[in-house]
């Protein structure tokens, strides 16, 4: 990114002052690739760094289109949080990001085409995707271009770009509404951290608290590598005795519980995702408790997705457990099926027992999986 620059002719830049350009933390030296826009909102001053002579995903995108200013902090953290989501599929995957959580996200079913996939991943809720930043982990071809274009977006995030394809995102007399989106090429994503154990010990998360402190935590990674990590639920307690899952989800329904479990990694806790076919028909995000998120996740379906599937046999990721088994009913009321959450509750065994008597096939995670962003 930086070879080209970003526009630095903004009240912040010439005035931030503030920001070296290289700086050391834990043994490890940054190198700044530039300042940028502003931060979080307008009157906060930021620079972007990444770690000196090391090949960077994100740190070494390309700008092959910029914007009339360039990037925020915004802009940069939907950008990671996206890619972060399709870095997991070996199918074409895309995921549409807005203020830090997906709006909608897809991979590839069946035959479906990158536009296909796109649209899925659009339309889940198409409100939200207004202004949003869209992240791909294959090459973007002409016709998944022009549809982007049809509808305002701030980025695209992509490892590649089709032959034809930057001309159709420069193309500021056709499409009016989108003649200033920044089009950027980053590295495969595959290659970003992705599972425990697989030493990405250096990739820590820096947390700074209000008075300057700092936490420092080992990186969200999974250890669900696969559908044959997708464990029945089974637990015991007093009350109910020993409780075992007693209804297996489909192959289907394995697949998109493995992708939900994915995507719900980079939502913000306590976050549950609803998902069909490969496609995330409604996200619940940042809610109290656990009841309340998959309540604003079926009333969003009900009032936001655009798409043509239905909740009937769809699956739901809940990245921490039920302590109740009043989630598995709403969820279960709405249609349905197959659950994923990590165990933990002390009431566990009646949250098995309650999804037997509901039909719907409860699958234990080995870990919980709160975003804290």
Known sequence: ???????????????????????????????????????????????????????????????????KSGLSQTNLEDISYALNIVKFFDRPACAVMKHVNPS??????????????YKKARDADARAAFGSVIAFNTAVDVATAEEIMSTFCECVVAPAYDEGVLQVFCDGEKYKLNKHIRI???????????????GNEENNTIKVLADGSLVVAAPLLTAVRSIDDLKPAEAENSRCGKQVSSFAATREQLDDLLFAWYVNISVRSNGVVIVK????????????????A???????FGQKYTGEADLQGAVMASDGFFPFADGVEVAAAAGIKAIIAPAGSLRDADVIKRANELGVALYHAPER???HH
């Open 294 to 300: 998959i309540e604003q996740a079926v009333a969003k």
């Open 1 to 67: 990114m930086a070879e080209k620059g970003l526009n630095r002719n903004t009240y912040l830049s010439k005035n931030i002052g503030n920001f070296p350009d290289e700086f050391e933390m834990f043994g490890r030296k940054y190198v700044k690739v530039n300042d940028l826009r502003y931060g979080t909102n307008p009157h906060q001053p930021a620079a972007y760094f990444k770690p000196a002579e090391t090949p960077c995903v994100i740190g070494d995108m390309r700008v092959l289109k910029d914007g």
């Open 184 to 198: 950027l090429q980053c590295g495969d994503p595959a290659s970003l951290p992705k599972f425990v154990g697989d």
């Open 277 to 292: 076919n490969g496609q995330t028909l409604a996200v619940g995000t940042g809610e109290q408790d656990r009841v309340g």
């Open 104 to 117: 909608g996200a897809a991979v590839q079913f069946g035959d479906e085409s990158l536009l296909d996939i």
């Open 369 to 371: 999986i709160f975003s």
